[in-house]
């Protein structure tokens, strides 16, 4: 199996001719029913933008006190301004080891306190930059998400309304990971994450260049494949609710990380997930598969009201 490259220029330039968008769609859809993953050329956003994420996540996490690092650590929900959902983590599993920062689109709501999901971002005082490029970022990939659901659509063949009211006010998330540098010896620790498929619609996965830490399970579910960074792309891989939309003809693929080089990797994935209150059911018109999901909305199984997966 291969995760191909795919130029998404054509699609995003208002001058091209529908044939032209829908041969750029059809290669999207083929890597999401085929493979779930594929890297993302010709996506507009400036390769300086990208740098500029990696280098000031990799400040933070190299540079940042114990004190500043617990200063937005992910608080419980209710507790003073917690929602269980943003700021600063350190896991140390036997199955997963790395520190990430987490930001979501922050919604209207009351509070604090706060209930899941419902809180406000807790940005490093350090690097100072490090919010304003990550707003700017996340504009970018935003809109490119919206894009790459009409794209989907077109491809489907279905209305391009019923994706894009579903993921126009994406409940979005920006997260920055750091694997720790592997040391031998009787102090080693675990860099990574255990396998699994993520979540939401469309995760955008940019990482620094390391090779050989994220592998992506093949079709025959016993090779595992490296996806390495592709300067200038991104890794672009389908979530579980895009599975569910599309009757699980788009594939969210499982995959995992194994960090051993000695140097510390930094991954920036963002989530591209539905909006708070979208519905989560198959919505290409089979009408048996449809009641799967019935009455179930998105910040159900966000907040783990709803049992995932139902
Ligand atoms: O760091 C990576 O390469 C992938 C991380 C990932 O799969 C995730 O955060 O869901
Ligand atoms: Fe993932």
Known sequence: MQIPVIDFSAFLDISSSIDTKLETAKKLDKACREV????????GIDPTLFSEMLSNAKQFFATAS???KDEIKVKPSGEKSGDDSRGYRLVTRADAGYEAVDFLREL????????????????PRTPASLRSIAEEYTTHLVAL????MKAFALALDVPEEIFSSRVDESFWQLRLAAYPGCKKGPDQVKSGLYQHSDFGILTF???DEHKGSLKVLAPNGEDWISA??????LIC??????????????KSTQHKVLHVSQDMRISIPFFFDPNWNARIEPVLGNVEKKSKGKGVNYKDIFTGAIKYPY
């Not at 998400?145 to 790459?148: M, T």
């Open 108 to 123: 209207e709501s009351e509070g604090p306190p706060y209930t899941k999901g419902l809180g406000r971002n807790q940005w």
């Open 66 to 68: 114990r004190e500043e």
């Open 145 to 148: 998400g919206v894009a790459i």
């Open 205 to 207: 996965l940019l990482t």
């Open 237 to 250: 891989n389908i979530g579980d609710m895009l599975s569910i939309w599309t009757d699980g003809i788009y």
């Open 36 to 43: 779930g993953f594929f890297y993302l050329s010709g996506h």
């Open 228 to 233: 390495d960074p592709i300067p200038g792309t």
